[in-house]
C-alpha cells in the first residue's frame, strides 16, 4: 500500500506517519512534508521524483499532475490498472491532506493579497479526489481523525469507513469553499447573490430543542460575530430557549435609551426599565412583571456588581443573567445559585447570521435584513395633542415595541414598562391586555405600538387615562385616528416606520 501526505498542519503527523510505516505503508509527500517525515528518521519517497517536476510558482503547483491523481483516482478494475502500468504511476491507497488556513487568516483581519494566497488549490483536489474515489482510497483531511484511524488498524478501514471519511472530507471541502465565496462576495459581491452560501461548526450538541421530544445542535458561524463563543461564567449549559432567549435580550437591552435591564421570556421581554444601576434596574424590572419573570432571563447593559447580584439571588427562580461585565464579588454571590447560567455579552456585533436574519421554511430560507434600528424621535411627526418633542418614556416604549411578538404595544411609565400586550392577532386585544397589566399605573403612561392603529385604540387610551402614544400611522383611517386622538387630548406621534416582528 502507497500513502501521500501533505500537510500544512503538521500536528500528530510524524506519530501517524510512524504507525504507518510499522503497518508496511510506504510514504510519499511534498515539499515541505517530506522534508519533516525526512528529519524523523522516517522512508519518503519526493512527490517530485514522481512527477518529474519540483514545486513551480511559489509552491502553487506540487500535485496537480496525471503522476498523482492517476494514482489516486484509478477505481481498481483491469482497464485502470492498465492504463497505470502502460503510463508507469503506480496506485494510491491512502491520501492524508489538509488545507491551508483559510479561515484563520480571514478572522485574524488579513488582506486581501495575503487571502489569495491562503486559498488551497492541490490540497482540495487530492481530498475531492480520495473522496471521490473512497471505493478504493482511504482519506485522511483533519489531524482530528488520526487517533481514531490508528485505533481501528488498517484492517478495520473497510468501505463503510472510508465512506465516512469521504463524507467527512467532503463537508470540510465544502465549508472551505464557503468561506471563500463568502469573503469574495463581500469584496465584490451583490448585496443578495444569486447563491447563499452558509457554514456551521457543530459546537455541541443540545439536551434537547424546544421541547424534550425534539433533539437540537448549536453551530458556529464563522467570521460572523457572536456572544456565543464565550462559555458562562457559571451554570448549567445553555439549552435551546436559553440560546433564542438570550439573543433576544440582547438585541433589545442594547438599543435601550440608557443605562437599564430586560426581563424576557419565550423571546418576548415581560419588564423593561432604565435605572443608573444594575440594580435599581432589576428592582424595576421585577416590579413591571413579577409573575412573568418567574423562570426567564434578565440582560444588562450595564456591569454587574455585587448588590446587583444580591438582589438577584434573593428575587426568585431565574435561568440566565446576562451582563457585558460581571465583577468577581458578583460572581461569588451568584455561585450560591450553582444551576444559574451567567454570561458575559457585550454589544453584539451583530445579529443574526452574517448581518442577515435566516429563518427556515419548506425547502427554502427566508432572509432579511434584520430590525435593529436606533431611536430618532427628531424625526417623528407630531399630529395630536399639546406640543412638545418627544421624552425619554415614549422613546424606550418605541424600542420596547419593536422587540415585541406582534401584534404589540408597550405601556411605559417614569422610564419602565408597566403593560405589555404583545403576541396577539389583533391590536386592541393587545391594548386592551397591556392596559389590564398596567392597573391603575396606566394613568399618566405612554404607549408605543409596533404597527398602525384605530380609533378604537384611542378610545381605550383616553379611558386609562393615558397621556401619550407613538405609533407609525399608514393605515387610511389615520385621518380619524387623529381626530379621534385630538377629542381626547392624547399627545400622538407618527413614525413613518413599522416593525412587525412575527
Not at 515541505?32 to 519518503?44: R, W
Not at 386592541?428 to 396606566?442: F, L, N
Request: aromatic share 6%.
Amino acid at each position: 500500500m502507497r500513502a501521500l501526505i501533505s500537510t500544512y498542519d503538521k500536528t500528530g503527523l510524524l506519530e501517524l506517519a510512524s504507525w504507518l510505516v510499522q503497518e508496511g505503508v510506504a510514504l510519499m509527500a511534498t515539499g515541505g512534508t517530506a522534508a519533516a517525515l525526512d528529519a524523523a528518521g522516517l522512508p519518503v519517497q519526493d512527490t517530485q521524483t514522481v512527477t518529474g517536476f519540483g514545486e513551480i510558482l511559489g509552491g502553487r503547483v506540487k500535485t496537480l499532475h496525471p503522476g498523482i491523481f492517476g494514482g489516486i483516482l484509478a477505481d481498481g478494475s483491469e482497464e485502470h490498472a492498465r492504463q497505470l502500468e502502460q503510463a508507469g504511476i503506480g496506485s494510491i491507497d491512502i491520501v492524508v491532506a489538509n488545507l491551508y488556513p483559510f479561515r484563520q487568516a480571514w478572522l485574524s483581519g488579513a488582506g486581501p493579497a495575503a487571502l489569495v494566497e491562503q486559498v488551497d488549490i492541490g490540497g482540495v483536489s487530492l481530498v475531492r479526489a480520495a473522496a471521490k474515489n473512497f471505493a478504493r482510497v482511504a482519506v485522511l483531511a483533519d489531524p482530528s481523525q488520526y487517533a481514531d484511524a490508528r485505533a481501528r488498524g488498517l484492517a478495520g478501514w473497510d468501505a463503510a469507513y472510508r465512506r465516512e471519511l469521504a463524507a467527512y472530507a467532503f463537508r470540510l471541502v465544502a465549508a472551505y469553499d464557503a468561506d471563500i465565496a463568502q469573503v469574495f462576495t463581500t469584496w465584490a459581491g451583490p448585496a443578495w447573490p444569486e447563491r447563499l452560501t452558509l457554514t456551521g461548526d457543530l459546537a455541541g450538541s443540545l439536551r434537547y430543542g424546544e421541547n424534550p421530544h425534539q433533539a437540537a445542535a448549536v453551530y458556529a458561524v464563522p467570521g460572523t460575530p457572536g456572544w456565543g463563543a464565550a462559555p458562562p461564567l457559571q451554570g448549567k449549559p445553555l439549552s435551546y430557549n436559553n440560546w433564542t432567549d438570550v439573543e433576544a435580550a440582547l438585541g433589545l437591552v442594547w438599543d435601550l435609551p440608557g443605562p437599564g435591564a430586560v426581563g424576557l421570556k419565550h423571546q418576548m421581554p415581560c419588564g423593561v426599565a432604565l435605572a443608573p444601576s444594575a440594580a435599581e434596574a432589576w428592582a424595576r424590572v421585577q416590579a413591571a412583571d413579577p409573575v412573568s419573570i418567574f423562570g426567564g432571563i434578565v440582560a444588562f447593559n450595564q456591569p454587574l456588581d455585587a448588590e446587583a447580584a444580591r438582589a438577584l439571588v434573593a428575587g426568585g427562580f431565574l435561568e440566565v443573567v446576562v451582563a457585558p461585565a460581571v465583577s468577581p464579588e458578583a460572581q461569588q454571590v451568584l455561585a450560591q445559585k450553582k444551576n444559574l447560567r451567567v454570561l458575559e455579552a457585550g454589544p453584539p456585533g451583530g445579529l443574526g447570521v452574517g448581518g442577515r436574519d435566516v429563518k427556515s421554511v419548506a425547502g427554502a430560507l427566508l432572509v432579511q435584513e434584520p430590525d435593529h434600528r436606533q431611536v430618532d424621535a427628531a424625526h417623528w411627526r407630531q399630529v395630536a395633542g399639546p406640543e412638545g418633542a418627544p421624552d425619554v418614556d415614549l422613546a424606550l416604549a418605541w424600542v420596547v415595541a419593536q422587540h415585541q411578538k406582534s401584534n404589540a404595544v408597550a405601556l411605559v411609565r417614569d422610564g419602565a414598562t408597566v403593560g405589555l400586550g404583545q403576541g396577539q392577532t389583533n391590536r386592541i386585544d393587545a391594548v386592551h391586555q397591556a392596559i389590564a397589566r398596567a392597573g391603575d399605573k396606566a394613568g399618566g403612561a405612554v404607549l408605543a405600538s409596533d404597527a398602525f392603529f384605530f380609533p378604537d385604540t384611542v378610545v381605550a387610551l383616553a379611558a386609562a387615562h393615558v397621556r401619550a402614544a407613538v405609533s407609525p400611522g399608514g393605515s387610511v383611517r389615520d385621518t380619524a385616528v387623529i381626530e379621534a386622538a385630538r377629542q381626547a387630548g392624547l399627545a400622538l406621534w407618527f413614525t413613518g416606520e413599522r416593525h412587525f416582528r412575527h
